[in-house]
């Protein structure tokens, strides 16, 4: 697996998948009594034209989007994540095949993540 493998599958899985979940749990709260915010956001959702509940799936594509692009850059050091003023450190992410071959998919000089989402 490569940056661009792991991004796409990022964006399959993670990012459209999310989008995908909340929709249908806003068409059909699961369980036998519902949290009370998700049973009036489901209803508001189903009382939506389909026109509107479409612009809300957009809407929340697009906050997916921003969401795993930021995720991405702070994986990547672009976008720093510190808790103080001191120098920032950086985080190293390597994908493990079953065979135990190892692929850096972030390591300390950077990576470019962010730029395949």
Do not use: C
Not at 22 to 41: C, D, H, M, T, Y
Not at 53 to 62: A, F, P
Not at 71 to 85: I, K, Q, T
Request: no cysteine; hydrophobic share 40%.
């Amino acid at each position: 697996m490569n940056e661009r493998d792991f991004v796409a599958l990022l964006r399959q899985h993670v990012r459209d998948d999310a989008v995908e979940g909340v929709i249908k749990i806003l068409e059909n709260p699961p369980g036998r009594r519902p949290a009370q915010e998700i049973s009036e956001l489901g209803a508001w959702y189903l009382g939506l034209a389909a026109e509107d509940r479409e612009r809300v799936r957009r809407v929340m594509g697009l906050l997916a989007h921003h969401v795993t692009f930021g995720m991405l850059a702070v994986l990547d050091g672009a976008r720093p994540l510190s808790a103080g003023d001191g120098p920032n450190g950086h985080f190293e992410l390597d994908y493990v095949e079953p065979s135990g071959e190892r692929t850096a998919l972030v390591s300390e000089s950077g990576g470019v993540l962010h730029e395949h989402l």
